[in-house]
Structure formats: structure tokens, C-alpha cells
């Protein structure tokens, strides 16, 4: 008998309070009946939200406690929360404990959930690879995993193999070297930065397997079969963010044990023979300034991004640049029209088909080589010169506590496209005014000297004439800079509303807590120009994700649903 015909029905207590229980289709419904047998509030959980049925009364928070009773068993489920705006509201465990009047009708409400459980959600999980980084943030990856989510793990029957990591890239080779058979995922607890091995790692990996060369940039990559999961324990944790709507471990953990699954857009930038991939951020100019200039001062810890931020904000650079993008399709989305990408998103749910021509749906997407040349970098190029305070290419909106709405508010996560955003050389207040509207309802693309695009790909270059070179400035110079930073750091609210408007910290912190950045171009000096330096510098670095690039001319490429994650993009609870 199929599940969708399956009804069952009776009545069940909880407390001295009798419900009416209803099992039927997709939903496992229970009513209070009051004593003139009058139906009142009703509870209505999708049977795919079910996080497990157990015999008797169970208690899991905040200790584990077990009761074995004949008559009772215990449900728990996804709880949304009230708390929040409506947007991104946080889960939680929801529980409840049913009395039967008999063992028999105990049996068959566990055997009859149970069932349903499987059928309907029959991608869940059962065995997941965890990485935790126990330097991030405020370096609680361990203690986070051990008492919020191993527990959960645990009432969901997933099992988990744990790596605790101790060097940087120690997670992205695990998973390019070792035997991952079984692995229904892996999962992250750390910040942007830990995200970023594994996403380097599982798309290597999947390319290696599909005899495909990830440094061809014309090729077509192979998408990810295997998903990622974040449990967010970094300083910023904007992927998650981003994805989910909110940086809570039990909400993320939520989303992994019922096998939510979000494809997502992933940019690939080529440099020389060098490869990186970035999802939330790649930045030339300022960004990339405040990242190399953070690497000279890590023993400020966290302060360090604000402080650069300031050091850098003073300096007012900006930089010669030559631009060149493909543009998207500006029928089906654009940067500037105030859509938000939430849970569901129409744009990307329809961009498969335009993404994947050749895919037949009779198999599964992730399963089938469907790697060919591409036709994507089809088109014609633009090309953009001129002096920019700093360039920024975002696959996401890249938002965060910080900068709620983000880099580009408008972004999607699964279209096949960037947003390319382009600020032109401005005076120093109307830099500001651009850093600060990442804060605020404001919107940051309209100003004169702002210019946003949606693009499938990016070449940059310098202008002719222009070479990369390596600028020395005297010991005078760095002293009279950092004095000036350190006059406004004398003021804190000023520095935390005024440098970056939180937004350097949004894609920087948390991502270079471990390891070495290679800085072969950018010398101890050379960071200091505006008004206190004898000679600007010609030439900024790249921020990759919070990695600096060593060239200055890449191109990038962003292929459409190339991974996959344990979310479902961020839930708009005021929709009915």
C-alpha cells in the first residue's frame, strides 16, 4: 500500500490534553479537543520535517534523558521560530510527547511515521564526513559540534566520521586523496574559510573522476554530487548567511539531517596556471587592500580589519583597470531589480534548463558526465576602462549580520551569473557613502560613480602602458599613516560605522585564522598614499574569498550549479 493512501487516525494525549492525531499524504496533524469535543489549535508538521520518532518519552536538550513506557513515544520535528523579521528566522527542535490509550496503537503511530518518513525523504543523509576547525572565529568549532550538533546527528541516526583539523588545506586534501565511499556529505564547522577548502576539494575531486582539466576555462565543469554543509563557528560566516538567512548551528544542523539540497553558483579564476574558486567574493582595490594590509598586523587579532579598513579608507586609492565582461541575460534577471533570491527562487529554478541543454531529465543531473565545451562564453564582450576605487564579482548576495542585504542584494544563487560592481575613482566622502549604505535599507548602486552588471564572465587587465610594479616608501611615510589611523582609532564608533562599514570584516574575518598568504607582489611597504604618501601605488592585489591572488590580470568564469548544499536559500515566513 503506498504511503500517499495510508490514513491513519485516533486519539492521543499529551499532558491531559486529548488531540486528535491524523496521518495522511505528506503531514502528521494533531488537534486539541476540549472537553465538549471542540476542535481548537492545530499542529501541522511536514512528514519531510520530521526529525525522528522514538519509543517512550525522550528528552534530548539540554540533557538526554529516556523513559521506556508501553504507552508513550516521543516526535520530534523542525520548529520555526517567532523570533526574528519574518526573514531568516532561526529553527529549533520541536517536540512532543504522545500518550496512546494502548501499546498496539503506540506501535502502529511509530511504525506508520517511520515509514513515511522514509518515503518521503529519501535523500536524506546517513554518514557525513566532519571537519572542524578549531581555530576559527572564537575557536568553539569542538565545543559547538559536541554539545549542539553531534546530538542531533544522533536522534537522526546519522552517523559521523570527525577530522579535527591542524593546519591549513588539511581538509580540502582529505577529500581530494582519501577514500570517500559511503559519505553521504561533508560538513564544515568553521567560518568562510574552512568552506572554502571543501569547496576547492570536492570540486577537485569530482573533476579528477571525470577525467575533466578544472584549468580549461572553456570546459564545462562537471557538477558536484557530493553536498557540502555548514555549521557556521567562524567570524562571519557569510556563505551560511547567505544560503540559510541566519548563522545558528542547530538551524544549520536542521537543514542537514532532512537533506535539504540548494544548488549553487561557483566562479572560477584563472591566473597563469594557478585556480581558485570564489563564491561570495572577488575583489580588486580596496577590498583587496584591506585583506594584504590586514596580514601585516595579525597580531591584532579581529581588530586588524577594522584597523586596516581604516588605514586603507585614509589612503583613498584608487587604481587603472581595463574590464572586460560577458554580460547575462538581462530578460530573465537584473542586479537592480530589487528580487530577492529566497527559498524557492523562480530564476534559478527555471536556469537549469538554460544551463544544462544537453541533460536528460530522466537522470540525475549530478550522476550523468555532462561535461562538454560550453557556449556560455558565447557573446559579445564589454569593456570598461577608467580608475577604480575597487571592483567586486559576487556569485551570491554575499550578505551577513553586518550587511544584511549584502554586496548585491539582488543576487541569485543558482542563475549561472555574477554580479560585477564597478566604483569609479570618487572623493573620499562618496566612498564612504557607498561603504555605508551596506548597512542600511539605502540603495548602494545609486550613486553617480557606481555601476553594477550581470555577467557570465570577467577578463581584467591593466590599461596599456600600465605594468605591474612593486613600490618602496621611506620609514617617514608608514609613520605618519599609521599615526593618522590611530587618531581615528581613538574614537571606536566612529571607526565601526565609518571604515567599511562592517563590509571589509564581512568577507575577510574568519577566513584567514591558519596559514600563509602568498604575497610575492605586495612588499611591507608600499600602503601608504592619499594625502600621506609621496607617491601612489599603480597596482592593487586580488581578494579571492580571503585569499590574496599574486597576479593582477585573471579572468573569471562562473559556472551555474556547480555545487550543492545542505540548505534550501533563505525562508520568507511571512509568505502563507
Known amino acids: 500500500m503506498e504511503i500517499d493512501s495510508v490514513r491513519v487516525e485516533s486519539s492521543l494525549w499529551i499532558g491531559n490534553k486529548r488531540y486528535r492525531a491524523f496521518l495522511s499524504g505528506w503531514y502528521f496533524s494533531w488537534t486539541e479537543i476540549d472537553k465538549r469535543n471542540r476542535e481548537k489549535k492545530t499542529i501541522s508538521v511536514p512528514v519531510s520535517e520530521v526529525i525522528g520518532v522514538k519509543e517512550g518519552r525522550v528528552e534530548i536538550q539540554p540533557q538526554k534523558k529516556v523513559e521506556d513506557t508501553d504507552l508513550d513515544f516521543t516526535l520530534f520535528y523542525v520548529k520555526r521560530s517567532s523570533k526574528g523579521n519574518g526573514i531568516g528566522a532561526p529553527w529549533s527542535l520541536g517536540r512532543a510527547q504522545f500518550c496512546c490509550p494502548s501499546r498496539g496503537v503506540r506501535d502502529q503511530w511509530i511504525t506508520q511515521l517511520r515509514t513515511a518518513l522514509k518515503t518521503h525523504s529519501p535523500?536524506?543523509?546517513?554518514?557525513?564526513?566532519?571537519?572542524?576547525?578549531?581555530?576559527?572565529?572564537?575557536?568553539?568549532?569542538?565545543?559547538?559540534?559536541?554539545?549542539?550538533?553531534?546530538?542531533?546527528?544522533?536522534?537522526?541516526?546519522?552517523?559521523?566520521?570527525?577530522?579535527?583539523?591542524?593546519?591549513?588545506?588539511?581538509?580540502?586534501?582529505?577529500?581530494?586523496?582519501?577514500?570517500?565511499?559511503?559519505?553521504?556529505?561533508?560538513?564544515?564547522?568553521?567560518?568562510?574559510?574552512?568552506?572554502?577548502?571543501?569547496?576547492?576539494?570536492?570540486?577537485?575531486?569530482?573533476?579528477?573522476?571525470?577525467?575533466?582539466?578544472?584549468?580549461?576555462?572553456?570546459?564545462?565543469?562537471?557538477?558536484?554530487?557530493?553536498?557540502?554543509?555548514?555549521?557556521?563557528?567562524?567570524?562571519?560566516?557569510?556563505?551560511?548567511?547567505?544560503?540559510?538567512?541566519?548563522?545558528?548551528?542547530?538551524?544549520?544542523?536542521?537543514?542537514?539531517?532532512?537533506?535539504?539540497?540548494?544548488?549553487?553558483?561557483?566562479?572560477?579564476?584563472?591566473?597563469?596556471?594557478?585556480?581558485?574558486?570564489?563564491?561570495?567574493?572577488?575583489?580588486?582595490?580596496?577590498?583587496?587592500?584591506?585583506?594584504?594590509?590586514?596580514?601585516?598586523?595579525?597580531?591584532?587579532?579581529?581588530?586588524?580589519?577594522?584597523?586596516?579598513?581604516?588605514?586603507?579608507?585614509?589612503?583613498?586609492?584608487?587604481?587603472?583597470?581595463?574590464?572586460?565582461?560577458?554580460?547575462?541575460?538581462?530578460?530573465?534577471?537584473?542586479?537592480?531589480?530589487?528580487?530577492?533570491?529566497?527559498?524557492?527562487?523562480?530564476?534559478?529554478?527555471?536556469?537549469?534548463?538554460?544551463?544544462?541543454?544537453?541533460?536528460?531529465?530522466?537522470?540525475?543531473?549530478?550522476?550523468?558526465?555532462?561535461?562538454?565545451?560550453?557556449?556560455?562564453?558565447?557573446?559579445?564582450?564589454?569593456?570598461?576602462?577608467?580608475?577604480?576605487?575597487?571592483?567586486?564579482?559576487?556569485?551570491?548576495?554575499?550578505?551577513?549580520?553586518?550587511?544584511?542585504?549584502?554586496?548585491?542584494?539582488?543576487?541569485?544563487?543558482?542563475?549561472?551569473?555574477?554580479?560585477?560592481?564597478?566604483?569609479?575613482?570618487?572623493?573620499?566622502?562618496?566612498?564612504?557613502?557607498?561603504?555605508?549604505?551596506?548597512?542600511?535599507?539605502?540603495?548602494?548602486f545609486d550613486l553617480p560613480f557606481v555601476e553594477v552588471h550581470r555577467v557570465k564572465a570577467v577578463r581584467f587587465s591593466l590599461p596599456p602602458g600600465e605594468e605591474e610594479e612593486e613600490e618602496e616608501v621611506g620609514e617617514e611615510g608608514d609613520r605618519e599613516i599609521q599615526a593618522s589611523a590611530e587618531r581615528v582609532l581613538e574614537d571606536p564608533e566612529k571607526l565601526s560605522s565609518s571604515n567599511t562599514a562592517g563590509h571589509s570584516q564581512q568577507h575577510l574575518a574568519g577566513r584567514k585564522e591558519r596559514g600563509n598568504v602568498t604575497t610575492s607582489r605586495v612588499k611591507r611597504r608600499g600602503f601608504v598614499c592619499g594625502p600621506c604618501c609621496t607617491k601612489p601605488r599603480s597596482i592593487s592585489v586580488w581578494n579571492c574569498d580571503g585569499e590574496i591572488l599574486p597576479h593582477t590580470e585573471i579572468s573569471c568564469r562562473v559556472h551555474g550549479q556547480l555545487v550543492r548544499l545542505f540548505a534550501r536559500g533563505v525562508e520568507d515566513s511571512t509568505m502563507p
Open 123 to 444: 535523500s536524506r543523509p546517513h554518514r557525513l564526513l566532519v571537519f572542524i576547525n578549531p581555530f576559527g572565529g572564537k575557536k568553539r568549532g569542538k565545543q559547538i559540534f559536541h554539545s549542539l550538533v553531534a546530538p542531533l546527528f544522533e536522534l537522526a541516526g546519522i552517523s559521523s566520521h570527525v577530522v579535527v583539523t591542524e593546519r591549513a588545506n588539511q581538509a580540502r586534501d582529505y577529500i581530494l586523496k582519501k577514500d570517500l565511499t559511503g559519505f553521504d556529505g561533508v560538513i564544515c564547522v568553521g567560518g568562510d574559510g574552512m568552506f572554502s577548502e571543501l569547496l576547492h576539494g570536492v570540486i577537485g575531486r569530482t573533476q579528477q573522476e571525470a577525467g575533466i582539466s578544472e584549468h580549461d576555462p572553456t570546459v564545462m565543469l562537471q557538477p558536484c554530487d557530493l553536498h557540502i554543509g555548514i555549521i557556521p563557528a567562524g567570524s562571519t560566516d557569510c556563505v551560511c548567511f547567505t544560503t540559510i538567512g541566519i548563522n545558528d548551528p542547530v538551524t544549520s544542523t536542521l537543514h542537514i539531517i532532512i537533506g535539504d539540497s540548494q544548488p549553487l553558483d561557483v566562479c572560477s579564476v584563472h591566473y597563469q596556471s594557478t585556480l581558485r574558486y570564489s563564491v561570495s567574493m572577488v575583489g580588486y582595490g580596496f577590498y583587496g587592500d584591506v585583506l594584504a594590509e590586514s596580514e601585516r598586523h595579525r597580531w591584532m587579532g579581529p581588530l586588524r580589519y577594522d584597523y586596516s579598513g581604516c588605514m586603507v579608507y585614509l589612503c583613498n586609492r584608487s587604481y587603472p583597470g581595463l574590464v572586460q565582461y560577458l554580460p547575462g541575460d538581462s530578460h530573465i534577471s537584473s542586479p537592480r531589480d530589487n528580487i530577492r533570491c529566497l527559498s524557492g527562487c523562480r530564476v534559478c529554478s527555471e536556469s537549469k534548463e538554460r544551463l544544462f541543454p544537453h541533460f536528460d531529465s530522466s537522470s540525475s543531473l549530478y550522476s550523468t558526465n555532462v561535461s562538454q565545451y560550453s557556449s556560455e562564453l558565447e557573446g559579445e564582450w564589454v569593456t570598461v576602462e577608467g580608475r577604480f576605487k575597487c571592483i567586486s564579482l559576487t556569485c551570491i548576495s554575499s550578505s551577513c549580520p553586518r550587511s544584511p542585504k549584502g554586496l548585491s542584494p539582488s543576487a541569485h544563487l543558482a542563475d549561472g551569473t555574477a554580479d560585477l560592481i564597478l566604483v569609479r575613482e570618487t572623493n573620499p566622502l562618496g566612498f564612504l557613502t557607498y561603504l555605508h549604505r551596506h548597512t542600511n535599507t539605502q540603495d548602494q
